[in-house]
């Protein structure tokens, strides 16, 4: 009887820690600071990344330059706009493995894989034969943040809502630490 009560002592003992360790870590995650879009300087590859059949990957790179370490954790919401700024389409949709928590030091640099399937394999985003329209970059909103920065990329677009062409991971990193971003 003394060893089952003891078993479970330990058993309780062993949930009530563990219970206060992720409460602590939860703590830790509201305590730091998420970064802010005012304090990103949110950039577009230039060149194409690797392709495959019917499109191609490029990568989109939010670097901090808040001043102090912020964190990311999530999807970011991407789209494509106009030179005016006015979105085109749909809104990429978000793929890729579980988000996880990214700290970025000032400076350092963050990255987020983007997936470009080709217009003309959606019904409906052609709108004239052989023409496919070019948006002037993406819209970025970093994860929970409701203010965005359009990152200067000519990508080819569905200019008709309803297909998703673009499609986004979440963030990554960092990729660049302070003394190389």
Request: glycine letters at 12%.
């Amino acid at each position: 009887m003394f060893a089952v009560a003891t078993a479970a002592s330990i058993g309780l003992l062993t949930m009530a820690s563990m219970t206060a360790g992720a409460a602590a870590q939860g703590a830790a995650h509201q305590d730091a600071q998420a970064c802010k879009t005012s304090g990103l300087d949110i950039w577009a590859a230039t060149n194409r990344g690797s392709t495959y059949a019917g499109g191609y990957y490029n990568s989109i790179y939010l670097t901090n330059m808040s001043g102090h370490s912020c964190t990311l954790l999530g999807h970011a919401g991407v789209s494509t706009v106009r030179l005016s700024g006015k979105e085109i389409g749909s809104p990429a949709g978000w793929v890729g493995p579980a988000p996880t928590l990214v700290t970025l030091a000032p400076n350092a640099t963050a990255v987020i894989l983007v997936q470009v399937g080709d217009p003309a394999n959606y019904p409906g985003c052609i709108l004239h034969p052989g023409q496919v329209p070019l948006a002037a970059g993406l819209r970025v909103y970093p994860p929970g943040q409701t203010t965005s920065k359009v990152a200067p990329l000519p990508v080819e677009a569905c200019y008709h809502h309803g297909p998703v062409w673009i499609h986004v991971g979440p963030v990554q990193g960092p990729v660049f630490p302070p003394d190389q971003g």
